[in-house]
């Protein structure tokens, strides 16, 4: 990931015009209830913004071991790119409605192979509040294909299910907390959570206008799920499907406490296969779960 070093994983409204290339501002609405982010992006978008398909470009066809959004193969990725008119070398934005926790699975994908990408602190809302008025229809035309190579997804930010029992591994759940106790789940086969797993929901790393909390407010929210300095290489983000854990992961590198790995299938894989535990109830505070 060497070639993130000068774009952070986070950026506000006003830091767009200071950053070192050519900026692609890339909308990726997307909602859990199956309403179309599509059509949210042709009601107004931000001037000049490419809408990204997440179930399209974003995520493979789901299957039983791979969760709802596998990732796509590296092809699929990079043809959706081109598409788009994006370069290697561009500095992709991503944003949403709601705080940048669906945009970050694109930044990741970025980030993760080697890309310059960030999400917009705040999303639609905080360009709107500072450009009110300036959404609009139209969708813009790209010039030309992009010249987005193929990368594999690189095996060393990915965990599969069956380490996360480890004793060096810490899963942490994105999702929201009555999910993480098996109060409910809209989606998934089996209440509950990965045992041992910490619960740092990703939405509560914003404030009620969607941006990013202070960095000590969220490296607090990461201690009191058992995440510090001296073991935030162990960590294993997983959600529902692997989307909005990659919020977590970005935000885990903004506070400077390292970039962790990916279990991309997230508790729709794992809930799935019977055999494996399930835990409901509050998390246990620490870490991973007895080896």
Do not use: K
């Not at 190579?149 to 999702?175: C, F, I, M, Q, T």
């Not at 290489?233 to 935000?251: D, I, K, P, R």
């Amino acid at each position: 990931m060497d070639a993130c070093v000068d774009v952070p994983p986070f950026v506000r409204v006003e830091e767009l015009g200071g950053l070192p290339g050519r900026v692609v501002l890339a909308d990726v609405r997307w909602y859990l209830d199956g309403r179309s982010g599509r059509t949210a992006y042709e009601g107004g978008h931000l001037p000049g913004a490419v809408f990204v398909d997440l179930d399209r470009r974003l995520a493979g066809p789901p299957t039983p071991a791979g969760g709802r959004n596998p990732l796509p193969s590296p092809e699929v990725f990079s043809e959706g790119m081109r598409a788009l008119g994006i370069d290697d070398d561009d500095i992709v934005v991503a944003h949403d409605d709601q705080g940048g926790v669906i945009a970050a699975r694109l930044v990741w994908m970025l980030r993760v192979t080697g890309r310059r990408a960030a999400v917009l602190d705040g999303g639609l809302d905080a360009w709107t509040r500072v450009h009110p008025g300036s959404l609009t229809a139209d969708e813009p035309v790209p010039a030309r294909e992009g010249d987005f190579s193929v990368r594999p997804w690189p095996v060393e930010a990915l965990v599969e299910a069956d380490h996360l029992g480890r004793p060096d591994v810490l899963p942490v759940d994105a999702r929201n907390r009555d999910r993480f106790v098996g109060a409910q789940d809209p989606v998934d086969p089996r209440p509950g959570h990965v045992p041992g797993a910490a619960n740092i929901p990703c939405r509560e790393n914003l404030d009620g206008l969607g941006r990013l909390l202070p960095v000590p407010t969220i490296r607090d929210n990461f201690a009191a799920g058992g995440v510090v300095p001296e073991n935030a290489s162990t960590v294993v983000s997983y959600c529902g499907s692997g989307v909005t854990a990659c919020h977590n992961l970005l935000t885990l590198e903004h506070t400077g406490l390292g970039s962790g790995r990916l279990y991309v299938g997230g508790w729709s894989a794992y809930s799935r296969d019977e055999a494996r535990p399930v835990e409901t109830g509050p998390a246990r505070r620490g870490g991973p779960a007895p080896a």
